[in-house]
Structure formats: structure tokens, C-alpha cells
């Protein structure tokens, strides 16, 4: 694998590392709009370690979808 990485020009090494970082800042930032630390993000760099963890965010609760609607506050209907 060392091989192909060094055999790779410059542009390819410049776009790759563009994408990636483009990957880790928006992931970070859709991990932090559902409430989890964006650091969670990293896992993404590690081989089949990755698998897993976007895995185990796809069927891990979000707080901001599993919150119970708040009764107490009136609705559009109830101001009247």
C-alpha cells in the first residue's frame, strides 16, 4: 500500500486530501446538530473500524428526533 501512496502525484494527494477534509467537517458538523460530540468523526479515518461506527450511528437514538413533545407549551390552537 506504501507503494501506491507514493506513486501518486501531487494533484492526487492535493484532491484526496481536500475530500477528506470536506468528510470529516461535514460529518463532524451533522454529528453535532444530533447531539453527539463531532469528534466521533475520526473513526471515519481507520479501515473497517469505520463500518462500524457509521453503523452504529445509523441505529443509535437522536435525542432531537426521540425528544416527547413538550405538553406544557401552547400550541397555535390553544393561544386563543
Given amino acids: ?5 507514493i506513486h501518486l502525484g501531487f494533484w492526487e494527494l492535493l484532491i484526496g486530501s481536500i ?4 468528510m470529516l467537517i461535514a460529518g463532524g458538523w ?9 469528534l466521533w468523526i475520526l473513526l471515519l479515518l481507520f479501515p473497517y473500524i469505520n463500518v462500524v461506527a457509521v453503523w452504529a450511528f445509523a441505529f443509535m437514538r437522536w435525542p432531537f428526533v426521540d425528544r416527547a413533545p413538550n405538553s406544557t407549551e401552547p400550541g397555535p390552537a390553544d393561544r386563543n
Fill in 1 to 5: 500500500m506504501t507503494e501506491t501512496v
Fill in 19 to 22: 475530500v477528506t477534509m470536506y
Fill in 30 to 38: 451533522v454529528l453535532a446538530k444530533a447531539g453527539r460530540s463531532p
